[in-house]
T-cell receptor, first 114, second 112 residues
Framework: NAGVTQTPKFQVLKTGQSMTLQCAQDMNHEYMSWYRQDPGMGLRLIHYSVGAGITDQGEVPNGYNVSRSTTEDFPLRLLSAAPSQTSVYFC?????????????FGPGTRLLVL | SQQGEEDPQALSIQEGENATMNCSYKTSINNLQWYRQNSGRGLVHLILIRSNEREKHSGRLRVTLDTSKKSSSLLITASRAADTASYFCATDRNNAGNMLTFGGGTRLMVKP
């Protein structure tokens, strides 16, 4: 299994541009989520999904959209990039069956908004 | 606001010494998890302790949980240079969709 994969690894955007961060997992996990990590800080939850067709907001959802059309994919869209969205973005997945509560993280996407 | 807060924010020790990191949280939890992050990498799950457990071991790791004080500690025994990383606690709160809330992390440096 490749686990959780994210693309791109690095991205530079200008203020106002839009883009989509891709996340895919091949473990058939129902739960997927997006976090952002700012320098020297922990992760903050942006959006999450508990299954295909179901998404919900996390702690810091403003400026981001998500969709979950398949179990495997959970893209994060920045609608109009702002410098405050400069961060490292992590996608994670989890299999809730059998009480397994640990999350598996992707390697991250480093985003710089100028 | 973050649910968990780690203490200390940074810790520097010599190889072979023990490292202790603490985490405090604010609301009731279902479980608490510790993750490790090497520089520039994603997070890796280390250990999970449930709200009805008080202590758990995994190799050189020992985690304690005190729900009355809303705190947890992570002890790494006989540290190695390869343990150098940031360590985060994350809480899985009751009725929160089972999504994690992370603290700010402890940056551990183990000097050879």
């Amino acid at each position: 299994n490749a686990g959780v994969t994210q693309t791109p690894k690095f991205q530079v955007l200008k203020t106002g541009q839009s883009m989509t961060l891709q996340c895919a997992q091949d473990m058939n996990h129902e739960y997927m989520s997006w976090y952002r990590q700012d320098p020297g800080m922990g992760l903050r939850l942006i959006h999450y999904s508990v299954g295909a067709g179901i998404t919900d907001q996390g702690e810091v959802p403003n400026g981001y959209n998500v969709s979950r059309s398949t179990t495997e994919d959970f893209p994060l869209r920045l609608l109009s990039a702002a410098p405050s969205q400069t961060s490292v973005y992590f996608c994670a997945s989890r299999d809730p069956r059998g009480g397994i509560e640990t999350q598996y993280f992707g390697p991250g996407t480093r985003l710089l908004v100028l | 606001s973050q649910q968990g807060e780690e203490d200390p924010q940074a810790l520097s020790i010599q190889e072979g010494e023990n490292a202790t990191m603490n985490c405090s949280y604010k609301t009731s939890i279902n479980n608490l998890q510790w993750y490790r992050q090497n520089s520039g990498r994603g997070l890796v799950h280390l250990i999970l302790i449930r709200s009805n457990e008080r202590e758990k071991h995994s190799g050189r790791l020992r985690v304690t949980l005190d729900t009355s004080k809303k705190s947890s500690s992570l002890l790494i025994t006989a540290s190695r240079a390869a343990d150098t990383a940031s360590y985060f606690c994350a809480t899985d709160r009751n009725n929160a969709g089972n999504m994690l809330t992370f603290g700010g992390g402890t940056r551990l440096m183990v000097k050879p």
